[in-house]
C-alpha cells in the first residue's frame, strides 16, 4: 500500500525529497545489520594483527593465513564433516516423518489430529535445558552419549514439531479432490501421498529441509553435552573453544566463523522463498 | 460404500502414518520430560546411578524458592524477554513497513535484513563478542572517535550494561523472523481497505491505527507468543555471549538450570527449576490464549 505512496508521489515530481529520506531510514536499518558481517569477512583476512587500539575499518592487504593455520592446526576439517553429517541426517529423516505425519494431519482430522496440534504448540515451550538432562541419562543407557547418531534424534525432535507443522500447512492447500481421484482408482493412502501428493508438496519439502538444516547446523548445546572426543565436536563447540580461559585467538576464530557461517548462508539465499513460504503460512492463517 | 470403508481405516492408516512421529517424540520429548520432572523430586547428582537417589519430596522446590538468587534469576528472565519481545517487535513492524512497498533494491535490501537469522547462532554471538570487546572493540573505537564515549565500556564485561548487550545481540539474531512474518501479514491485508480510507479522507496514521494493525492481528497474536516462549528460554546465545555472567547479571532460568545441573552436578535440583519454567510457560500461553479470546469476544 505505501507502493501506491510512492508511486504517486513520484508522478507529482516531489520524488526526491521523500525518496531521499526513505533510503537514508533504510540505510539506518541496515547498517548495524549488515556491518557485524562485513567485520567478520574483513577482520579474517586482514594481514596486520587485529589487535590494535585503531582498527582498520577498510582492510589494508589481505591474506588467509588465519584460514590455513586452523585447517592446518585444528581438526576443522572434521568438525565441518560432522555438522554436515548430522544436519543433512537429521533433514533426511525429519522431512521423511514429518511428511507421513502431516499427510495424516491435513486429511484424517479425528480425535488424534486435534491432539497433535496441542502437542506441537506444547513442544514450543518446552525449555531445552530442561531436556538435555534427562536426555544425556537416556543417551548414557542407549549408548548413545559421544555418538553422533545421538545428536542426529535429539536435532530430530527439535525439527520435528515445526517442520511437521509447515508440512501439513503445505498439504492443507492441496485440493482434497486429488486424494479422492486416487481412491476411486483403488489407492491406498500411502500410495496417493507417494504418487498424487508428493510431486505436489516438493516447495513445502524444500522448506522443511531448509528449516531442519539450518536448525541442526546451528546445535551447540546437545552436542557440547553429548559429545566428549574432540574429532566428534561439532563446527560450533570447536569455534566457542576458540574462546580460552584467558585469551581468546579472535583472527582464527573469525576465520572459522566465516567457514562455519557459509553453507547455512548459501544454503539460504538460494532457498529462502520456500522457507519463508513455510513458516508464515501456518501462523497466517490461523 | 467407498466411504464408509474409508471412515473405518481412517483410524488405522492415521495411526500407522503417525507412528515415526509418535516414536520419535516418545523417545526423546515425552520420555525425556517426565523423568526430568520426576527426577526434580530426587537429589540426583550427576554422577551417580539414577536408582541410587532419595526422594527429597518437594524439598528442591522449597529450597528454590527460598534462594533470592533463584527469584534474582527469574527477575533477569523476565527483564530479558519483555525486552526482546518489545523491541524485537517494534523493529520488526518498522522494517516490515519499509520494506513492504515497491522501491529499487527492494530484493536486496530484503536479503541483507534477513541474513542474520542465516547466521549460526554461535558465529553471529562471537562476531558480536569481537565487535564488543572492551580493548580491541570496534564499538567502543568507533564510539570514541565520535565522541559519543569518553572511556571504553565493558559491553560484557560490566554488570550493568551485560543484560543490555544481550538483549541488543538477541534482537539483531531474531527480528528478521518478525519482519518475515509481519510481511508476510501486510500482504494479506487488502488493498480496497487503504483506498477506501483514502476517499475518506483518512490520514496515514488513521490507516495505520485502523487497518493495517488490525490487519496483522492474527501473526500479531502468534508472532508475540512465539517470541515471548523463545525468549524466555533463550540458552544459546546467552550462554555463548556471558555464560550468565559478569558476577550472574545475565543469569536467565535457563542458564542458572544448565549450571546447576552440569558445572554443580546437581541434577535433581537443575530439574526443578526446568520444571518451574516449563510451568511458568504453560501458565502463560493458557492466560495469553484465554486473553486473546477474550478479546475476540469484546471485538
Known amino acids: 500500500v505505501p507502493a501506491l505512496k510512492l508511486g504517486q508521489k513520484s508522478k507529482l515530481g516531489e520524488i526526491n525529497l521523500g525518496k531521499c529520506g526513505f533510503y537514508l531510514l533504510l540505510m539506518v536499518i541496515i547498517l548495524p545489520i549488515v556491518f557485524p558481517f562485513y567485520w567478520m569477512i574483513v577482520q579474517s583476512v586482514q594481514k596486520d594483527s587485529v589487535f590494535t587500539f585503531a582498527p582498520h575499518i577498510f582492510p589494508g592487504s589481505v591474506t588467509f593465513n588465519s584460514y590455513r593455520t586452523i585447517i592446518k592446526e585444528r581438526p576443522v576439517v572434521t568438525w565441518f564433516a560432522n555438522t554436515f553429517f548430522i544436519a543433512a541426517l537429521t533433514t533426511v529423516i525429519t522431512v521423511f516423518v514429518a511428511t507421513l505425519s502431516g499427510y495424516s494431519l491435513s486429511r484424517f482430522r479425528n480425535r488424534f489430529s486435534k491432539a497433535a496440534g496441542f502437542a506441537i504448540l506444547t513442544t514450543q515451550m518446552l525449555p531445552a535445558t530442561l531436556l538435555l538432562i534427562p536426555m544425556y541419562i537416556i543417551f548414557r543407557d542407549l549408548n548413545l552419549l559421544d555418538n553422533l547418531f545421538g545428536l542426529v534424534l535429539s536435532n530430530t525432535a527439535f525439527a520435528l514439531p515445526m517442520g511437521l507443522w509447515m508440512m501439513k500447512s503445505f498439504i492443507d492447500g492441496i485440493p482434497i479432490e486429488i486424494d479422492e481421484a486416487g481412491r476411486i482408482d483403488g489407492c491406498n493412502p500411502l500410495q496417493i501421498l507417494f504418487r498424487l501428493i508428493i510431486p505436489l508438496v516438493l516447495p513445502g519439502i524444500v522448506a522443511v529441509a531448509t528449516f531442519a538444516f539450518l536448525l541442526a547446523w546451528d546445535d551447540f548445546f546437545f552436542a557440547r553435552t553429548f559429545i566428549s572426543t574432540e574429532s566428534k565436536w561439532l563446527m560450533s563447540v570447536g569455534l566457542n573453544s576458540f574462546i580460552g580461559e584467558y585469551s581468546i585467538q579472535w583472527d582464527q576464530m573469525l576465520s572459522a566463523a566465516v567457514m562455519f557461517s557459509l553453507p547455512p548462508i548459501i544454503f539460504f539465499l538460494f532457498l529462502q522463498k520456500y522457507l519463508i513460504k513455510g513458516l508464515t503460512l501456518g501462523s497466517v492463517k490461523n | 460404500m467407498i466411504r464408509v470403508n474409508h471412515h473405518k481405516s481412517i483410524e488405522w492408516w492415521s495411526v500407522l502414518l503417525n507412528l515415526p512421529m509418535l516414536l520419535i517424540f516418545g523417545l526423546t520429548l515425552l520420555y525425556p520430560i517426565v523423568t526430568g520432572i520426576k527426577l526434580s523430586f530426587f537429589n540426583t547428582k550427576l554422577l551417580m546411578p539414577v536408582n541410587a537417589s532419595k526422594f527429597l519430596g518437594l524439598r528442591n522446590y522449597l529450597k528454590m524458592f527460598s534462594n533470592s538468587q533463584f527469584w534474582q534469576s527469574l527477575w533477569i528472565t523476565v527483564i530479558y524477554t519483555i525486552g526482546v519481545v518489545v523491541l524485537t517487535y517494534l523493529i520488526g513492524l518498522i522494517t516490515a513497513l519499509i520494506l513492504n512497498p515497491d522501491f529499487r533494491g527492494r530484493s536486496l535490501a530484503r536479503i541483507l535484513v534477513i541474513l542474520p537469522w542465516a547466521v549460526p547462532e554461535v558465529a553471529a554471538v562471537l562476531i558480536w563478542r569481537w565487535v564488543l570487546d572492551y580493548q580491541y572493540g570496534v564499538l567502543n573505537y568507533c564510539g570514541r572517535m565520535l565522541g559519543l564515549l569518553k572511556a571504553n565500556l565493558g559491553w560484557l564485561t560490566d554488570p550493568n550494561l551485560a543484560l543490555l ?63 515471548t516462549l523463545y525468549s524466555f528460554k533463550r540458552v544459546t546465545l546467552i550462554f555463548v555471549m556471558t555464560g550468565g555472567g559478569p558476577s550472574c547479571a545475565t543469569e536467565t532460568l535457563s542458564i542458572k538450570t544448565y549450571l546447576e545441573a552440569f558445572r554443580n552436578f546437581n541434577i535433581g535440583y537443575g530439574s526443578a527449576i526446568g520444571t518451574v519454567m516449563l510451568l511458568i510457560m504453560v501458565v502463560f500461553s493458557l492466560l495469553y490464549f484465554w486473553a486473546v479470546s477474550h478479546s475476540d469476544k469484546g471485538d
Do not use: C
Open chain 2, 165 to 227: 548487550s544481550v538483549v541488543i545481540v538477541t534482537i539483531w539474531k531474531q527480528f528478521p523472523l518478525a519482519t518475515l512474518m509481519l510481511l508476510a501479514g501486510l500482504q494479506t491485508i487488502s488493498i480496497e481497505l487503504y483506498e477506501a480510507a483514502r476517499m475518506d479522507g483518512a490520514n496515514r496514521m488513521q490507516e495505520f491505527m485502523h487497518i493495517t494493525l488490525p490487519g496483522l492481528k492474527p501473526v500479531n497474536i502468534v508472532l508475540t507468543l512465539l517470541v
